[in-house]
Every structure is written in structure tokens, then in C-alpha cells.
């Protein structure tokens, strides 16, 4: 068994975030968020794994090398230009000798792989899908299933009047790799618009799974970035190893921080600052009477005395001056400076 993960798009969605550092390896909980997927293949025995790149591929291959360091073996496949995420599969071909997961590689889930291959293999699927129920299913891949488990059909981005169930393709699938015929080389082929509608078309065997219970969440939009964090915070994640909640950092006796949040090492806390339901990157400076509350910063950010900090992410290398207040939604890309006073949101 083998599993690609499909990390080489842009992440335009998460810019500024995104600029400098590619999606696949943000920082969540200050760990890459690779790792998270990683670990959910090791743990399912999974050790050969590739990663299919296009954008900023030398980042992510410097980052996580060749696996050793976290029990698995990375082989890297690297797009001329960005394939589509079947043509990524396919130009993989050279790598994948067997039954392959696939996971769209921006997706946080707590599923039980064993299982889902373990159904794969009981229904003799060519192809099988994981779903996940979700509120808003527009912003997805729209599956629909008989009562057997068969996918009746597959429409990716459904328009309003599309909507007739509220699971969608969770980005996870298991794939015979006889299916690599049916995908056309050399040319841009998506999963989502190409591959699926064919193996129905052709009366393939094209199953989904539907977890009892899982967590799973796309982190590819900023309100979901933070609500990802919120949800490890609170430990709604299970099956997650999180690195240790606090690093080795200065904090001064009057500086407080709540049993949520996250504290990397190399920071610096000072008098009357306030940490509440965060994460702070390596190296953060928080001056006196600061307050950072249900926000994410990354590395060697400073923020100054009695600035505050409220659901909002902030990238690396900022300033945030003094007495500024950056409210809810406020997304920072790295060196980002605030002059002293600067407000993102006017109360009145
Ligand atoms: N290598 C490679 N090449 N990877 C790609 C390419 C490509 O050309 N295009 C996209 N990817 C990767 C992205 O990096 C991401 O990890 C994954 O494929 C999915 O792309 P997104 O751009 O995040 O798609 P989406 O979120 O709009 O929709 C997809 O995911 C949903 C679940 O989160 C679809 O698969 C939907 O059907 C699905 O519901
Ligand atoms: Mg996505």
C-alpha cells in the first residue's frame, strides 16, 4: 500500500499566508501541517508516501526530507506547471505500483484509514471516496450515494439549485491503479471533473465511505485556518499529537496565559501581557499588557505594550505597534508592520 498526497496548488485562497510559505507546510499548532497528514498514513501502516508538487516544491522538500525523521519514506514528484489533481496522479504513474491513497493535501481528518481500506478491499471498489457531511456543500464536491454505498453521482462546486444532499468528497480516496489508464497524460485531468464523472459514466465500481464519526476539516480558507486551530485547541481533534503546549520561553510573573493555548519555544512574555486561546510561532515577543485572544502567530512576531490581538492571524516577522488593535478576520502576511495606534476594524 502506498498513499500520494496532492500538495502542489497555490493556496490563493490563503494569501497573504500563502505567499511565502506554500499551503501544504503552514505552520498549525506550529507544526507543518504535512505532518498531520503524515502521521495519519504512518498510523494506518502506510510508509510509502509521494508528494505531488508544482508550487514552491523546494520549501516543502527541505522541510520534510526524506521522511526518516517521522518514520516514513518521501519520495517527491515535482509538475512542470500544475497538472490538475488527476494529472498529478498520472504523472506520479512512474511511483505507483499498487493500491494508492490519495489525500488532497489540505485536509485535517481524525477517520479511521484501516477501515475505509478494509471496505475498499471487501467491495473489490476500483475507486473509493470519503465522504463528509457539511453545512455549506457549494464550496465542494457534491456526492451522491445508493443505499449500497455506490456513487450515484459526483458534481464538484454544485450551483444552489444543485444542492440535493450535504455530503461531499472529503479528499481521501483509495485507487486501484489500473485507473491510471483512464487518465490522459501530459495534460491538465482532475479528479473532480475528469475522473469521477468517467467512472460513472463507465459503470466502474466507485464506492464511498462514510465515517461513524469523524472530525475533518478543508484548512484552505483563512476562517478556516484559524477555526482548525480553535478545534485542537479545545481538543475536538482526536488521533492528533500535538507538539507540548508550552515551549521553553520568558514569561514575567504578572504575565498570564490560559490552559488553551500554545506557547513555542524562545518567547517572551512580559508584565500584565495575556495570552488567551492561542498559538505563538518560536520567538514571539509579547510586551507589556499586550493581549493576544483566540489568534494564531507565527514565528518571531513582536507585538508592543497594550496592543491587542483578537481572532486574527498573524504571519511571520510582524510588528504590531503599540496600543493598535487588529480585530476579527485580519489575516497578516509575514513582515507586516502596524504603526502604533492602527486599528483594522472602527467600532464606530
Ligand atoms: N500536484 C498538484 N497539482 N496538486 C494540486 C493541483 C495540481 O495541479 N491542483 C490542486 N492540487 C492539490 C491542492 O494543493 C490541494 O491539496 C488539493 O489538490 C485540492 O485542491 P483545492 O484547490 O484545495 O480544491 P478544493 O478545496 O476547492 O476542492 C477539493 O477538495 C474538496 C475537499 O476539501 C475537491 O477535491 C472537492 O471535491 C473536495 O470536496
Ligand atoms: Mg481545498
Redesign the pocket.
Known amino acids: 500500500m502506498q498513499a500520494l ?7 490563493t485562497r490563503l494569501r497573504p499566508l500563502t505567499v511565502y510559505t506554500p ?2 507546510v503552514v505552520p498549525i499548532c506550529n507544526r507543518p501541517f504535512l505532518l498531520y497528514q503524515i502521521e495519519t498514513l504512518r498510523r494506518a501502516g502506510i510508509h510509502d508516501i509521494t508528494l ?4 514552491q516544491p523546494l520549501k516543502i522538500e527541505q522541510l520534510l526530507g526524506d521522511g526518516s525523521e517521522y518514520g516514513v519514506k518521501i519520495k517527491y514528484t515535482t ?1 512542470p506547471q ?4 488527476a ?2 496522479y498520472k ?1 506520479a504513474e512512474e511511483l505507483i505500483r499498487e493500491r494508492t491513497v490519495v ?5 485535517l481528518t481524525d477517520l479511521d484509514l484501516e477501515k475505509v481500506l478494509a471496505e475498499h478491499d471487501q467491495r473489490q471498489a476500483a475507486a473509493t471516496i470519503v465522504l463528509a457531511p457539511v453545512d455549506n456543500p457549494g ?3 457534491l456526492v451522491e450515494t445508493e443505499a449500497d454505498g455506490r456513487v450515484r453521482r459526483f458534481l ?2 454544485p450551483k444552489p439549485d444543485e444542492i440535493s444532499v450535504n455530503t ?4 481521501t480516496y483509495v485507487l486501484e491503479p489500473r485507473l491510471l489508464d483512464m487518465i490522459p497524460a501530459g495534460e ?1 485531468y ?3 471533473y475528469g475522473l469521477f464523472p468517467a467512472l460513472l459514466q463507465r459503470g466502474e465500481p466507485f464506492f464511498a465511505h462514510v465515517p461513524e464519526r469523524a472530525y475533518w476539516i ?1 484548512i ?1 480558507t483563512p476562517a478556516r485556518y484559524l477555526q482548525v486551530h480553535h478545534d485542537l485547541l479545545a481538543g475536538r481533534v482526536g488521533q492528533v499529537q500535538l507538539p507540548e503546549r508550552l515551549g521553553e520561553f520568558d514569561s514575567a510573573t504578572t504575565a498570564e496565559f490560559d490552559e488553551l493555548s500554545r506557547i513555542a519555544d524562545g518567547c517572551t512574555l512580559k508584565p500584565g501581557a495575556q495570552i488567551v486561546n492561542s498559538v505563538l510561532g518560536p520567538g514571539c515577543y509579547v510586551d507589556e499588557r499586550a493581549r493576544v485572544e483566540n489568534s494564531v502567530v507565527w514565528s518571531h512576531t513582536r507585538v508592543s505594550a497594550g496592543a491587542q490581538i483578537t481572532n486574527a492571524i498573524i504571519g511571520r516577522g510582524c510588528h504590531i505597534g503599540r496600543s493598535a488593535q487588529v480585530g476579527a478576520g485580519a489575516v497578516l502576511g509575514d513582515k507586516s508592520s502596524l504603526t502604533d495606534y492602527t486599528q483594522t476594524e472602527t467600532t464606530s
Open positions: 498526497i496532492l500538495a502542489g496548488g497555490k493556496g499551503k501544504p505531488s508538487l508544482s508550487y509538475e500544475p497538472m490538475g489533481t494529472g498529478a504523472f489525500f488532497n493535501g489540505d485536509i464550496s465542494y464536491g464538484e462546486k461531499i468528497n472529503a479528499g491538465n482532475s479528479f473532480e478543508d484552505g
